[in-house]
C-alpha cells in the first residue's frame, strides 16, 4: 500500500447563499478512519467532495498524499453493460489486473452477466464498492457505504474497510448508521455548523 496521509485545516463550506460548516480541521495518517457523522443536510456529502478535491472549499485547505477513491450515489457504472464488463472497464482504466476478483468476495459472481442497470439497490452499492477496491487508492471516502445492504453485505463491506485500514489505508466514513470498527474516531460535523 502506498503510504498516505489526509489532513484539512480550517475548512469553511459555502453552498448557495448559505455556509454550512466552518474551521474544522483534521489529521489522518495510514491506518486511521474517521465516521463524519449529523443530521440530513448538514454537509457530510459536501464535505467529501471538499476532501475528495471535487469540491472547492469556501476557505481553508486540504493536504493529501496517495491517491483518493470516493463511493457515493454516483458509480459510473455503464448501466448497459453487463456488471463483469463494466467492472473490466474500470479495471482498465485503474490497472487492476483481476476486476472481477472482489466480486466473489461481495458475493456477486452471478450478477457479473446481469446488466448494471437491472441490479437492485444494494447490488448496485456492493457494485460501487467491487469499483472502489479495485481503484487501488489508499484513500477511502466512503459516503454512506451501508446504505441499502443486507446484514451479510454489510459485514463483508465492514470487513473490507478493516482490512484496508490494517494494510495502512485511511477510511473517512460518511454515514447515518453506527459503524462496526475498533479505534474508529468520530467527527460530529454540527460542532462545526453554522
Ligand atoms: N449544488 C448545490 N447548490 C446549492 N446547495 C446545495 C448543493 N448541493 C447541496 N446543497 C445543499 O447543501 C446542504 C448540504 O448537503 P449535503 O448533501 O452535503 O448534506 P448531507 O449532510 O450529506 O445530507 P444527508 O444526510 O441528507 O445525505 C443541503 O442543504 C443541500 O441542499
Known sequence: MQAC???????ACRR??????RDLGLAMDGGSALHITGSNGIGKSSLMRILAGLLRPYSGSVQRTGTVALLDENPALDPQLPL?????FWGRVDRCDDAGEIASVLDMDSLLDVPFRY????????AAFARLVNQGAPIWLLDEPLNGLDAE???????LIKLHCSDGGICVIA????????????????????
Request: charged share 30%; net charge positive; proline share 4%.
Open 16 to 21: 448557495g447563499d448559505r455556509v454550512l460548516f
Open 119 to 126: 441490479l437492485s439497490t444494494g447490488q448496485r452499492k456492493r
Open 84 to 88: 463483469g464488463k463494466a467492472l473490466q
Open 153 to 159: 453485505a454489510r459485514k463483508r463491506i465492514t470487513a
Open 5 to 11: 496521509s489526509l489532513s484539512a485545516s480550517e475548512l
Open 175 to 194: 454515514s447515518h448508521q453506527a459503524m462496526d470498527l475498533p479505534d474508529c474516531e468520530t467527527l460530529p460535523l454540527e460542532e462545526y455548523a453554522l
